[in-house]
């Protein structure tokens, strides 16, 4: 099987390559899948693309004339691709479902300290050996509300996390976990009883039509004054125009995201000589108490070697007619 894996990144394929042990013929391409980049398909059994590729439909009915029958994604979210669509062109998608919920929770943990014990401000000013303390206040994170928004995976492993902190759980979620309940007390609440009570609010659910813009002006207008926000999900779970605006006017305390809702072809690029024309990414990355990483919350050392073990496996188990488990 020849497998054509789109925005390779240079970190990745030593994790790729160790894995696939010469099984299958690969193909790395830093360009991200778009309809104008299908075509590099062509001759290709599979691609393997990320969550900035686009598999919607007209880039699926190209892949599908091309002859690629699979795709493997190397992300847990499929925002990104028209699973409807490819399942009436019979093209096959699979995920990597839980690679590392461990190095999710504990990015949006740390963007969680980081911000509030304002690390980067102190460690900025220490480098210039400037040893005063002014405006580096934070707050005690024990005995603080947070709010996990999404209990799956990745928002369990944030509330054994918080817990740890000290911090009383509260959660919101189309299906409840009991275990956090027994293990961390953890009360579930409706989403508007949650926005009330949080001093802290991480979000961990996919991105779909139910949650795109979940946290809009209404929920923030909820919201306790000072809320500092943590996303490491999708972007769109956030209306971000809606956050900016309580940023300004200080409703929101901080706010620490890992993904951003026009993140598409601008994030995994070096655009430091070609500064993106992104009002709102610009407006975000000048306020102090916003902090920003691009999508890296998946960065271990851990993660990414599960994310090649199961992209792998997943090629293995369509090559060799065996049924995919991790099929979409
Ligand atoms: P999961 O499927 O284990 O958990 C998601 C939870 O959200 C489930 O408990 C589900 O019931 C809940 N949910 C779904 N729709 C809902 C709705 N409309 N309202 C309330 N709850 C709802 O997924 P996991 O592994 O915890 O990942 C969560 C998300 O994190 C992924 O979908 C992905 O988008 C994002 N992610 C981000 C990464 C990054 O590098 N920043 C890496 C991996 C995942």
């Known amino acids: 099987m020849k497998v054509l894996v789109y925005s390779a990144k240079e970190f990745e394929i030593p994790f790729l390559e160790k894995e696939n042990k010469g099984k299958f013929k690969i193909t790395f ?27 919607s439909n007209i880039v699926l009915e190209k892949l599908k004339d091309f002859g690629v029958k699979y795709i493997a994604l190397r992300s847990a979210g499929y925002d990104n691709v028209n699973l409807l669509t490819a399942k009436k ?47 580096l206040i934070g707050f005690d994170l024990n ?31 189309i299906e409840e976990n009991k275990e956090l309940i027994r293990n961390y007390k953890l ?56 956050i900016l605006d309580a940023l300004e006017n200080k409703k929101i305390g901080a706010l620490g995201i890992d993904v951003y809702e026009n993140e598409k072809g ?9 500064i993106p024309n992104d009002n709102l990414l610009l407006k975000l990355n000048a306020m102090p108490n916003v902090l920003i990483t691009g999508h890296h919350a998946y960065l271990t050392a851990e993660a990414l070697s599960n994310i090649a073990e199961t992209t792998i496996n997943n090629l293995e188990s369509w090559s060799s007619g065996k049924v995919n488990i991790n099929e979409l």
Request: aromatic letters at 8%; hydrophobic letters at 45%.
């Open 29 to 55: 391409i830093e360009d991200a899948l778009t309809s104008e980049t299908a075509m590099k398909a062509v001759g290709f059994d599979a691609i393997c693309i990320f969550s900035g590729d686009t598999a």
């Open 89 to 135: 062109l019979n093209i096959k998608v699979a995920n990597v479902p839980a690679y590392s919920p461990y190095a999710i929770a504990e990015h949006a943990a740390s963007l969680l300290l980081a911000l509030n014990r304002k690390l980067i401000e102190s460690n900025r000013r220490v480098k210039r050996y400037n040893f005063n303390l002014n405006n």
């Open 143 to 173: 005995n603080k509300t947070v709010g996990i928004v999404g209990t799956g995976k990745i928002g369990a492993i944030m509330a054994k996390i918080m817990n740890g902190f000290g911090c009383n759980l509260i959660g919101y979620d």
């Open 187 to 242: 009360k579930y609440v409706s989403l508007q009883n949650l926005c009330e009570q949080a001093d802290i609010i991480t979000l961990h659910l996919p991105l779909n039509k139910d949650t795109f813009h979940l946290i809009d002006e209404e929920k923030i207008e909820a919201m306790k004054p000072g809320v500092i926000i943590i996303n490491t999900a999708r972007g769109a779970v956030l209306n971000t125009e809606h």
């Open 266 to 274: 601008i994030f995994f690029k070096d655009l430091s000589n070609n």
